[in-house]
């Protein structure tokens, strides 16, 4: 006997606990979080920890939640998470623009910012490969960039595996003599730049614009052909590079405009050029703040780009 | 291969050298014709990549289908996982609530109508006895509940996407009346979560009592690390999944153990899912997860359950037949019904061995919420993946060594737990007081701390000044560390390359050249000279149908190169070190110590130390694996030496052997099987850890995972993974055939 009433307690509790937080948290309309994703990368971390202090202060509750540079996208456009400040187009594009056809992502807009994410190479490097910045300059001269492990082709730094770059594919389809090592994350690139620069070994890497490393080390991307202007690349993308000037976009979930539409308004005010997402990973890769900090500094830095966002 | 050990037939009398090693020679031949085969067609060295089954675009397909079509009737099969998502989700709110987030007063109306309830039912019990007492306080809760309900409905049709079923009209809505009073009453106010200073204390306390005042001394001081770093949010947000995950995890694989033991057929089903669960690693499940229930705290959980379910529902059915007999028999003679048997018999004597399966559990559960940080759960992983992204290893380390001290405190606590002698004559004679004084203590520091953190922030968080270990220490950390890597250097710089170019990239080519067909004539022999030919069949049948026919060989290749590697090092260390602690007590309590300490960390820590060291590359990736895999083979030889009869030892000193001479031709030999098995474990753990090595580069199975991750290409990783579970399960038949033979012939079992 006790034991049933036991149970049949137990069930009502949960009955009445489940009927809790979730009914009621819906009275004041804002007080759902708004989940910004982070990504892996310096100057997205720092931004989007901006945006998040930005609409903190204006009285939403928000959390970051970290996700993926290509699964971000599904989890947007089902509501799991909110709002991406920085896609880009070399790497995110077809994600991205399948989550806007087929799950109804929002392309929240495009930034200023003028992106490129390419093979890169230090200045002096062009001493040594004469010819540069073009790729089949950079083949022939392969073997000056060789390590232990890939000799004797030459070793391209790539980025971490899952930022959707396919470079072993295309050094496969443009037979070209190297070997593409995937870094497990980009703070590698710069250290292997770093001890290279320091005794000025020749390296290839990747690298993108806008970064900091372009106030730090001088230096070219190497021309792949360019998909623009030839056709073979829409059959075979892997013949190709990475779109000379791309966009920088921002990514929404549908149902932000009804949610939350003040902050959906400064979502779609926010725009960011060059220079302010150099300075955002220049904070944190050059003088060592952590995000947090390098968001507060920023956010200081730039009071009137942040005002222009609420108009 | 020790397969073709010729010892094997030696217990056979009267036979000749090529009889006896008839097997060994050909098992030869059939290698050198298969080689010499596949160099003259080489679809038998790599399988030609017209001839791929597109197994994995199948399955991408499958889930797919599954994700946007499938549907069962009434729902979509999408409605299902977002409700299961839904209800996982209820408890996550509390705990989240409770441990980092705090509420508004509203929010916690539930607990006021249970207080309510309560509250209640004790006036009424007062005035009018117990009956009435019981239904006063259901009619609240029923009322309540029902009058609910509709919000129950609508949350849960938000979180399926569906129109809303109802509107939140509630049929008077009076239970929400408190609420609304509450938030004019409170405008703006928020219910803080837990202090820390009460979450530690409750920690230490509750280690007080499973465990006295030296583990109580330890957990405090762990948890506060925690704290003193300016960790806890993040640990808490850990935490709230860990509080989560560990019961459902547990009830899951208690209830399939059970059912494992009462129906033959379910056995049959279950227990190679259970293996297959387990070969599997971790990074595989979350595609298919992320895939069906999308990205955040909920699917991090699913995964969480799935992984550290396993471990439990073994020992489940492990404790449910080692029950001893006559237990079962006065059972019987009392009268239990089946169901009584299970609850108040069977279950009750077998505690400890569940015990044990909880600690797994739990432990499970820390590895693989630091693994779920790559589909978006929040917490420490999430931290220290970023760290490690970031190559800032001064805060990875202090994180790191969060995680760790988080998973000895848990696992320190269940063990005592588990291990504590209860004392019923002295219960008996203690009065409530005594019994209760614990948890009374916590009540009263809790209540205490409560009021406290009203008065002063640093009770329920640390502000920042106060903290003993700072970002400024950490960044000093990091310093110190790059200072020391940069004059390590020089030093580490020429053996990395040496081993790299002289050992390591040698034995990669040799692995990369290897034909399929190959390693596939190796596994028939091997599986039809130790299991005859269904084992052989297996084998290979696994192993051609799940690694070769999806085009995943060359990626395997590259997993046995690791794998290889790593248990070579792990070998040449591990058994050395498992003689000496089985020779010395004193060796034995100190390499034991470390070994469990090892096993506690989650399998992510151990890619700091191997890139602070070696840098990106694939020393660095065996570096990582060795540590963690290197323990089954210290525990097993150990144990393989310790269980030789002491009779057989006598016997060697007698007849005048030396120390080494008994080792050698006495204990290891009657060892071997035992020191198989670990081997066999050894192999498993590594494989698991190629997973996690991904992480740091890689071109093997796990890499693959990896790459599948973003591009939410369920087919790609889950055959990967697949293939991953697939050279464990065939490594583990093996062995176990072999070691079972072995163990015969040498009339052990």
Redesign the interface.
Known sequence: MIGK?LK??AI??L?????????????PES?DPI?IV?N?W?SQ?VLSTVVGKVLEGMGYTV??????????F??IA????HFQVEAWEGSMKT?FEKAVAEDGMVDAGAHKAVTREEWWVPQYVADKCPGLPDWKALDKCAEIFAT??TKPKGRFVGP?????KNYSERVGALKMNFEA????????LW?ELDAAVAKEQPIVLFNWTPNFIEAKTPGMFIDFPDPAKVPECKEDPNLCGAPRSGWLKKAAWSGLAEKYPEAWKVMQNIDFDNSQIAAASLL??VD?M??E?AADKWIADNTAVIESWKK | MTVADPSLDRVKPNSNWLSSNGFAVQFVGAIVAASILSFVFSGLRIWPTELVVPVKEWISDFFRWLDKEATLGLFTVKDATRTVSWMLKQPLIWSEYLLWKGAKPFQFLPVFWLLAAAFSAFFVYRVRGARTATYVAFGILALVAIDGLPHILLSLSKAVRADPWLEASAFIGFSEWPGYLLDALTPGSKIKALPWVAVVAGFAIFAHWVGGWRLATLVALCMSYLALTGLWRESMKTFSLVVVAVPFSAILGLFLGVWVTRSKRAARVLTPMFDLMQATPHLAYLVPVVVMFGAGQVPALIATVIFAMPPMARCTILALQTVPADVIESGHMSGCTSRQMLWKVQLPASQKTLLMGLNQVIMQTLAMVVIASLVGAQGLGHKLLFSLQQLKLGYATMQGIAIVLMAVVLDRITQAYANRSTDYEHRDRSTALQQHIHLIIFGVVLFVLIVAAYFSRDVSVLSKKLLLIDNKDALELDKSIKQITFFLIDYVQPIRDWVTVYVLIPIRNFYQAMPWAVVLTGYAMAGYKLGGWRLSALLSGLFFFIVVLPGNWQFATTTFYYVSSALGVCLIIGLPLGVWSARSPTAAKIILAICDTLQTFPSFIYLLPAIMLFKVGELAIIFAIVPYAMVPAIRYTYLGLKLVPEVTSEAARMSGATAWQRLFKVELPIAVPEIMLGVNQTIMMALAMTAITALIGGSDLGQEIYRALPTSDAGRGVMAGLGIATLGIIVDRLINAWADGRKRDLGLI
Do not use: C, H, R, Y
């Open positions: 009433t049949f307690a009502l509790a009955g009445v606990t489940l009927n809790g937080p979730t009914a009621w948290a819906a009275a007080d989940i982070q892996n310096t971390l959390e970051f939640a970290p996700s993926d540079s290509q699964l971000q599904k989890a089902d509501g799991d998470m994600a232990a492990e971490p595996a899952d930022w959707g090592i995937n870094v497990g994350q980009a703070a590698t250290a944190v890769d060592g952590t995000t900090e």
